[in-house]
């Protein structure tokens, strides 16, 4: 079991004929998931690698291949209307990699957002995979292995490095969620938790946050209240100068919040056991988890 | 993406929000020009410009003291403003490195009722603009917002509709205003909004707004913030970045599109992805030592990208030893690999090298740093990785 994607999920990918669109597609279907149409306006009717009908538009990914999931490879300039069609074609879970996309396009999709039945993850973020059967976005599928630990994160090659020690350690993931680092997204580090404490299949979750904004806080706050599966985390940042922006358009300390100590002190306070270093996710996982 | 003060009230002035006449200067043969604009026989202010704040209490290298002066007369105006141009200016923000005032900008001196705070930004909790506004103008807002936060109005837009009118009479009536100047600030606070929404700015501060005793409302400073992912839409704005103002080591990475931020410590350090490179300066600390930097050279770095990058982290004289992170997923490690032996051996490194790789095709670049006889140092975890670079830093 896993959470959001799976064997069955019919994946529609936007922006299929770029060269990162094309190049991440061809690695997730070689990878098994189920990619069942592409979207790139004006070149409907070809076929991607001779078997992925490619459409004009998401409505008719929907209502001729069934697509239930989309993956966005548009460039930034483009994404955000991008995301908005395929919540007009009412697409369950939309998974955007696109990485700078404007904030006032963000504000924009995330108000329509609100006000419709999708879910979006990221933008700018690795996307999603439930290994062994289904991988949406630019992750390695090769380091995942199937398993009961739930990662959430806003970082990609963080969530390698927990990935990797877990499964070098022997065990595996349930799903691994990467939200994104940009400071108006789909999914919270809260959603994501939620999720993974109603999944019977999640024994344990790990939760990796890094400076800015408090979304961290708030996971924190919900897994005190409601969570008994064992967390661990780990939060990148304490040494990252204030006002600055740390690579991530949401990594930024300003007036004083959204530092990685106050992060930490409401992780512990939850009964969180948070990692010291990157090198110790695993090690601070099992601290609190007889797997 | 950071604009002078002069550079943002022009942007202000053309939008129809309203500032007090001002003009500037850069070198001292326009002085005359400059003053020549504003009104005489009345009081002037005379302000340096640099991307910073606390420009008014920061102190000159040279031991003279403002960077803000009300003046009486444009003989004292010429005064304060040789006495700034040129030197350099520290303030709470600048660290002690100060920065240089290139730029002199001359303000007609308002006559002030009232001061106010107003400022908009992006909320990332509602994921919505919000309009910020204090009668307690002139202050640090932080210290408002801690202290009376009774005192801070918040007014959240929703984006798909705009600034609404009924919300800017509830932040004018809010303020305490009436008359004139109530008319006055709904109108400024519907230009304002329009100018942050279309310009894309993250934020947008005026500190202090004020009140004239004729009823004007004016904003007698601005700092104005883009969004740098909108740049792109916006070519007027990136024509105002003044390169003068920004780190020569940043500026020279962006050409090369990494993201570099160069900090005081002595370990340099070059990562793929931005958390992993957070992370790897939070190690470096945690094993007692100092990161020079933060670089995230991206998920698809080039060999030519990696060689800039390193040529940028050894033209820091400060680096003491490099560590290089990499979790190659999509990006392999072999290509990676022969990119840092062939940087290294082009720019003649002389600085020790801690490299650490995992993921896609690991051992064959592992192998490849072994063969080229370079004095790298392997690593197998990041936390062996981290030691070993603190010690080399601290030998050398």
Not at chain 2, 34 to 48: D, F, I, R
Not at chain 2, 252 to 258: G, N, R
Not at chain 2, 322 to 335: E, H, Q, R, S
Request: charged share 20%; proline share 4%.
């Amino acid at each position: 079991m896993s959470v959001l994607v799976d064997k069955d999920t019919r994946l529609v990918v936007q922006g299929i004929t770029g060269s990162a669109g094309s190049f991440h597609t061809t690695q997730c279907m070689e990878y098994g998931t189920n990619v069942v149409a592409g979207v790139t306006p004006g070149k409907g009717g070809q076929k991607f690698r001779d078997s992925v009908p490619v459409f004009d538009t998401v409505q008719e990914a929907v209502d001729k291949e069934g697509a239930n999931v989309a993956a966005l490879y548009v460039p930034p300039p483009f994404a955000g209307d991008s995301i908005l069609e395929a919540i007009d074609a009412e697409i369950p879970l939309i998974i955007a990699i696109t990485e700078g996309i404007p904030v006032r396009d963000m504000a924009e999709v995330k108000a329509c957002l609100d006000a419709s039945d999708s879910r979006l993850i990221g933008p700018n973020c690795p996307g999603i995979i439930t290994p062994g059967e289904c991988k949406i976005g630019i992750m390695p599928g090769y380091i995942h292995k199937p398993g009961k630990v739930g990662i959430v994160s806003r970082s990609g090659t963080l969530t390698y490095e927990a990935v990797w020690q877990i499964t070098c350690a022997g065990h595996g993931q349930s799903t691994c969620i990467g939200i994104g680092g940009d400071p108006i997204n789909g999914t919270s580090h809260l959603d994501a938790v939620q999720l993974f404490n109603e999944d019977p299949d999640t024994e344990a979750i790990i939760l990796i946050g890094e400076i800015g904004g408090s979304a961290e806080e708030e996971a924190a706050a919900f897994i005190k209240e409601n969570v008994d599966k064992p967390c661990a985390a780990f939060i990148a940042g304490r040494t990252a100068p204030p006002g600055r922006r740390m690579g991530h358009a949401g990594a930024i300390v300003s007036g004083g919040k959204g530092t990685a100590e106050a992060k930490v002190e409401a992780l512990l306070d939850a009964g969180i056991s948070v990692a010291e270093t990157p090198s110790h996710i695993a090690e601070a996982l099992f601290k609190v988890w007889d797997a | 993406m950071n604009i002078h003060e002069y550079q943002a009230k022009q942007l202000f002035s053309d939008a129809g929000v309203a500032v007090p006449k001002g003009t500037v200067a850069q070198s001292e043969h326009e002085f005359d020009q400059a003053l020549s604009g504003l009104q005489t026989g009345k009081a002037l202010v005379v302000k340096a410009q640099i991307h910073a704040g606390g420009r008014g209490k920061g102190t000159f290298k040279n031991g003279y003291r403002g960077g803000v002066h009300l003046v009486s007369s444009t003989d004292e105006a010429l005064e304060k403003a040789r006495a700034m141009l040129g030197n350099v200016l520290v303030t709470k923000q600048t660290g002690e490195e100060g920065k240089e005032v290139r730029t002199i900008y001359f303000n007609e001196a308002t006559d002030i009722e009232k001061e106010y705070y107003l400022a908009v930004l992006m909320d990332r909790a509602t994921s919505k603009p919000v309009i910020i506004a204090s009668t307690e103008g002139g202050m640090d807002i932080e210290e408002v917002a801690e202290s009376t936060p009774e005192k801070i109005l918040k007014v959240s837009v929703d984006p798909t509709l705009g600034l609404r009118p009924y919300q800017a009479r509830q932040i004018a009536f809010g303020l305490e205003l009436s008359g004139d100047s109530f008319k006055q600030c709904v109108k400024l606070l519907t230009k304002l909004y329009d100018f942050f929404w279309s310009k894309d700015c993250s934020q947008v501060e005026v500190n202090p707004l004020v009140t004239t005793p004729s009823g004007e409302v004016l904003a007698l400073d601005a700092k104005v913030n883009f969004d740098a992912n909108a740049l792109f839409r916006h070519p007027d704005v990136v024509e105002l970045r003044d390169l003068s103002e920004e780190d020569p080591k940043e500026v020279e990475a962006s050409k090369f599109d990494l993201n570099y931020i160069a900090l005081d410590g002595n370990v340099a350090c070059m990562v793929n992805g931005a958390g992993l490179a957070m992370a790897t300066m939070d190690i470096i600390k945690h094993y007692g030592g100092s990161p020079a930097n933060f670089l995230d050279v991206g998920g698809g770095a080039n060999e030519e990208q990696v060689e800039n990058a390193f040529r940028i982290l050894v033209s820091d004289d400060a680096v003491k030893a490099i560590l290089v992170n990499i979790f190659g997923g999509i990006m392999k490690c072999d290509v990676i690999a022969t990119g840092i032996v062939n940087a290294a051996r082009k720019l003649d490194m002389k600085v020790p090298l801690v490299v650490r790789l995992e993921g896609t095709n690991v051992e064959a670049g592992k192998q490849i740093l072994a063969d080229s006889g370079l004095a790298l140092e392997p690593a197998d975890s990041l936390a062996e990785a981290a030691e070993k670079v603190v010690q080399l830093a601290a030998q050398a």
